[in-house]
């Protein structure tokens, strides 16, 4: 079955501060999807990024990273020069079919001043 | 704009009183699917659907129905209300199409408490 853990439950840093969000996942798919959403104090679900299993290729966008290892079934998520704006709730999800996304846990993140 | 809406948005209501959540997009998209959100669980497949008229159960499918009439609309009931379906839902939506299939697009929440 497949199955997403996130490992930490909160992280709390100072502004400016980087910070990693670890996912790990399980799937005996050799074809998936991985993904991060963004979930802000206002509720709504905010895509970050999206990955297929054959793209191992860091992706950055602006102070967002993210380090997919396939070797560790590992897709985490890195902040640098964190700022108050990106406290949130972090959740990384994995594709099960077409259908249906497989949630890990979430992680909330809380940027101090 | 493309969208996913959900009605109500924030909702209180008492233990028995049967109530629909109603989930609309407009992206002509195939796929539908409800999920709940639970402290320290994530977020969960209640119910999906293929196409009209193809409903399926996700992972938590207890006291909850769905239908699927309109390839837009996905209205998620509860015919029998209880304390524990006291969460945050989601409505999503997803297309059949080869490169864009594993991205779901997220209607914004309704917040449900069951007295």
């Known amino acids: 079955a497949q199955k997403v853990t996130q490992a930490q439950t909160e992280i709390s840093v100072v502004e400016k501060e980087d910070v990693t969000l670890d996912c790990v996942y399980e799937t005996r798919d050799t074809t998936y999807y991985l993904f991060w959403y963004k979930q802000p104090p206002s509720g709504e679900l905010v895509f970050l990024i999206r990955r297929n299993s054959f793209d191992e290729q860091n992706e950055i966008s602006g102070r967002y990273s993210w380090n997919f290892q396939k070797s560790t079934s590992s897709f985490n998520f890195t902040i640098t020069a964190s700022q108050v704006v990106d406290s949130a709730v972090y959740f990384c999800?994995?594709?099960?079919?077409?259908?249906?996304?497989?949630f890990g846990q979430g992680t909330r993140l809380t940027i101090n001043p | 704009e493309a969208q996913v809406t959900q009605n109500p948005r924030y909702l209180i209501t008492v233990t028995g009183k049967k109530l629909t959540v109603t989930c609309s997009q407009n992206m002509n998209h195939e796929y539908m699917s409800w999920y709940r959100q639970d402290p320290g669980l994530g977020l969960r497949q209640i119910y999906y659907s293929m196409n009209v008229e193809v409903t399926d159960k996700g992972d938590v499918p207890e006291g909850y129905k769905v239908s699927r009439k309109e390839k837009r609309n996905f209205p998620l009931i509860l015919e029998s209300p209880s304390p524990n379906q006291t969460s945050l839902y989601f409505c999503?939506?997803?297309?059949?199409?080869?490169?864009?299939?594993?991205?779901?697009?997220f209607g914004p929440g309704t917040r449900l408490t069951v007295l």
């Open positions: 999800a994995l594709s099960q079919g077409a259908q249906k996304l497989v």
């Open positions: 999503a939506s997803s297309s059949r199409e080869t490169e864009t299939r594993r991205e779901q697009f």
